[in-house]
């Protein structure tokens, strides 16, 4: 159940600022609020324009005048009125001794007291009458708060510097950025020349490296034919063969291998392109070359001339996968 004081503390607080009203302004549906919460919640609203209750959302014009002209709560204002009346009062009365007023300050303790604690419990103390001390807090927190009054000045003039500051940085990074990307287009332009450049040189050496490949595997299937038709015939000759037709094609088959046998089978070799690649100085900026150098020439490769000598002996199948995967491997590589 809500006690009367309860009652009174809902009725004179404010629901926006959550403290006492200050000169309470009354809404069409009979909620009251401040004055200064009023114009700071529609501080963005123009006379005539219609608004919500901050409370229940009912709808109402802003007068003419603005929130101002709103009708006074006058009954709210004299709870108001009274409830602070009622909090001067105790303020005024000891915290140790309900039925006397506060009359004296003690400097030691840094609080208000009435005649009963200055006579006992602050005998010793220094106090002064409240008036008097109160007359010197005046003048102290007067100063104070011209220096507070100054400090707020010269913080807005810091503020709007700031922010002036601010916006002409903000304007020069965005030159900035603009010389930086015209810049960088022209840079882009000269890397991207030299890009296509190399991979123009790597494309050519690409098929190059392809005819001079074909060409070889051409040749090796050449030789491996006639090999492999004197090892059939021979094999066939051995196996199915008259005496007098082994002594009769002996000779000339003798011959013909001795034809084969003797010439450099090895002379046929594929040799791959060294290709290699410099990148350049990046540090150098200055210097047009910002990509690298390019470099081709040409190297044996290992192990070509035993695979050629050991040719009679493998077949056609081998071969051709060993050179697919030569071709593979060099444009995995340079690709």
Known sequence: MATASSVSVDLTTCPICLDLFGSPKSLPCLHAFCLKCLQDHFKSRSPGDKVSCPTCRKEFCIP??????????????????????RIRLQERCCNEHSDELVKLYCHDCSENICLMCSAVKHRNHHSGELPEVADNCRLTIVEDDKQIQSAISSVHKQSD??????????????????????????????????????????????????????SAREEYQIVLASLESIHTYSEELLDKGRPSDITLAASELHDRARELLDNDITAVKYQPFHVTFTPADTTQVNRLNLIGKLTVGTKEQSGMSHLLHSLCHSYYAMLYSYFKWCIHVFLNTFV
């Open 64 to 85: 003419p005048d603005g929130v101002g002209g709103l009708q006074h709560h006058f009954i709210v204002q004299q709870l108001v009125d009274q409830e602070r009346e």
């Open 161 to 214: 510097q700031t922010k002036q500051d601010v916006t002409e940085l903000l304007h020069n990074i965005e030159v900035i950025k603009n010389k930086v990307l015209a810049t960088g287009d022209v840079v882009k332009r000269s890397v991207n020349s030299q890009i296509n450049n190399i991979f123009m040189k790597l494309q050519s050496v690409m098929s190059e490296s392809a005819t001079q490949a074909e």
